[in-house]
């Protein structure tokens, strides 16, 4: 099989397959308990939370990590939680019109069930929030900014670092981002951030393993209640192992992508130039400031999930917009967004890259990708 929608999912890494079952076998007390065996798991756990922060860049001085189930459950947590917990401050959210579903849909709710006011920024054509926007669009009523920082269909990168000078001139109005595409694969400075969410299972981890990241002066109304589990933000009895090993899986992603960069590169390259070469079938969405992970474009005359589904047929496995939304056959909103061209929106192709994938399984894609588009009937 050539697997090509790591945007979607990554295979799990052999050596957190084995470091977790180990952990499942071994460190299977509840951390809350009194006894050695319960205080062992404890230790290993917040020793992960102080690897994460130091491989981010952080200490845990001004910075706290909540583990959760993954980047959805991370937003949720923090968008509600913060805006409940500090709607005395103002009533307003500002986000981008390429977020995703996990950032829109809560603050979607939060409008409509709690009268919060949220403002949808724009996206150039080059899939990215002009800082001049959000100048325009934030005030004193402004109680979060959330953009993130790496589009998970077109592998655009938003500048934080312009964003967060903005936000910082509102001194009551905190900035999140979701960074779940950004792990490993561009250079971010975490401390700009608020408050940032992630999962593991885009880094060669495991599903239902994620955190939220954020300054310890933040306070949050919990989504959910019972126990005295990540400072009260998240209650209920954790998965220890799947916490303690996210630390590895984040040290490892940080390690190999390092090094698989160049070749990821020039996979990017390769498609890129046939897409070029190829107008007459396919028009690169994707922009020049983007990850090399993710590659996306539209077809012009097919349908995107004939053309993936011919592409599965051959073993060959590619995403046709967000995994969030592909069986919906929903249009593309961020491509929407973009070029406002439904046609365009409506057959998206989006290949992305992981570790463990190499150049010749492009050579392979790329030949069953024309023969598709040139013996599949136009629609």
């Not at 028009?283 to 592409?311: D, E, T, Y």
């Amino acid at each position: 099989m050539i697997y090509f929608d790591n945007a979607a999912s990554t295979p799990v890494h052999p050596e957190i397959i084995d470091i977790y079952t180990k952990l499942l076998s071994q460190s299977y007390a509840n951390q809350g308990s009194a006894h050695k065996e319960g205080l062992e798991v404890n230790r290993l756990v917040n020793k992960s939370k102080q690897n994460i922060l130091e491989l981010l860049g952080l200490d845990d001085q001004g910075y706290q990590v909540v583990f959760t189930s993954g980047a959805t459950e991370a937003n949720n947590l923090f968008l509600k939680g913060a805006a409940l917990n500090y709607r005395n401050r103002g009533n307003k959210i500002i986000i981008s019109a390429g977020e995703h579903p996990s950032v829109l849909k809560p603050l979607l709710r939060l409008q409509k069930d709690y009268d919060f006011k949220l403002e949808i920024l724009p996206l150039n054509e080059q899939g990215i929030v002009e800082p001049l926007d959000l100048a325009k669009a934030i005030d004193e009523k402004t109680i979060i900014v959330s953009i993130m920082a790496v589009n998970n269909q077109t592998g655009a990168i938003n500048k934080l670092d312009e964003l967060a000078k903005i936000v910082k001139k509102f001194p009551k109005c905190l900035f999140h981002s979701d960074v779940t595409q950004a792990v490993a694969k561009t250079k971010i400075d975490y401390a700009l951030l608020d408050a940032f969410s992630f999962s593991a299972h885009k880094i060669n981890g495991l599903k239902g393993s994620g955190a939220l990241i954020l300054k310890k002066s933040i306070s949050l109304i919990p989504l959910q209640e019972g126990g005295v589990y990540e400072y009260g933000f998240r209650d209920g009895t954790p998965d220890s192992p799947k916490n303690i090993v996210l630390a590895k899986t984040i040290k490892l992603a940080f390690d190999n992508y390092k090094n698989k960069l160049v070749d990821i590169e020039k996979m990017h390259d390769k498609i890129t130039a046939f897409i070029i070469s190829n107008p007459q079938f396919v028009v690169l969405n994707s922009p020049k400031l983007s990850v090399a992970h993710i590659i996306n474009f539209s077809l012009l005359n097919h349908r995107a999930s004939i053309i993936a589904n011919g592409l599965s047929s051959k073993n060959i496995m590619v995403g046709t917009s967000s995994a969030c939304s592909s069986k919906l056959h929903e249009n593309s909103h961020v491509i929407m967004a973009m070029f406002n061209d439904e046609k365009r929106a409506s057959n998206v192709i989006r290949i992305s890259f992981g570790y463990f994938n190499h150049s010749e399984e492009v050579d392979v894609m790329l030949k069953e990708l024309e023969i598709l588009l040139r013996k599949t009937k136009y629609e």
